[in-house]
């Protein structure tokens, strides 16, 4: 790259901070890249991390040590927060997403990338001071929260499938009670996805007793990884029983009415963990 203005480095730094959250970038690797002095880029770096803090951006980390740098931190306000939740209520709202056994359609929401792009934005605020390995979920419909959390975390995703995949290898598989159906299923993850000790955060698109989620987690005591939170985009309230009891949501199902056509949709406990990360 040529020599750069300041008001370029800044143009480009950004950029490539923001393409590369979660992973330490050495002061060396900037100088290289602006043929400009450390100096000079800690002065950038400066100006940077005070645009990225005032405006809700995240936060930019001074790593000290000889295989230091700087690294950033996705964050979201609690203002920008709060506007994506109420922008899925009003989209999740329409009566004609009703589907039978109490569930939403919401595939719509799911394949539109830039939704998901602040979906996991918002997740990876909430877990950004938590050391996250790996991001779990199971085929189909998690795939792309998933994806655009690890995204976010700067980590792999691992998908959990319902059926042997033969170019995977060996595979873990383990029996597991759908909450809805109580049927007993099986879910399947390849012997290779997770190593002893992984720190792994476990999500999903669509909660109502927790049957998937809780096979998710139980799958995870095969590989003896650790869980470390888990996540749903919505969750169904009024269950009898819910097999999991510790979980961030982005919005709540309150009410349905199938016959009535009726829908209410509320904020999951989301903005609640994100007011609590305000400085």
Known sequence: MKKLK????????TYFLLQHPHEVISLSHFSLRYHSAKSSISEDLVIVKEIFEEEGYGSLLTIPGASGGVTFIPRMNNKDATELVDKLISQLSDPERILPGGYLYMMDLLGNPRLMHEIGRLFASVLADKQIDAVLTVATKGIPLAYAVGHYLDVPVRIVRR??????????SINYVSGSSKRVQTMTLARRS?????????????????????GMVDLLEEFDADLVAVGVLTESVGVEERLIEDYISITRLSEMNIRDRTIKIEAGNVLDKVENQQP
């Open 194 to 214: 997770l190593t002893p000790g992984a720190r792994v955060f476990v999500i999903d698109d669509f909660m109502k007793v927790g049957g998937t989620l809780k």
């Open 6 to 13: 300041r008001s370029g480095r800044l143009v480009d730094m």
């Open 163 to 172: 059926d042997l995949r033969v170019m995977e290898g060996s595979m873990v």
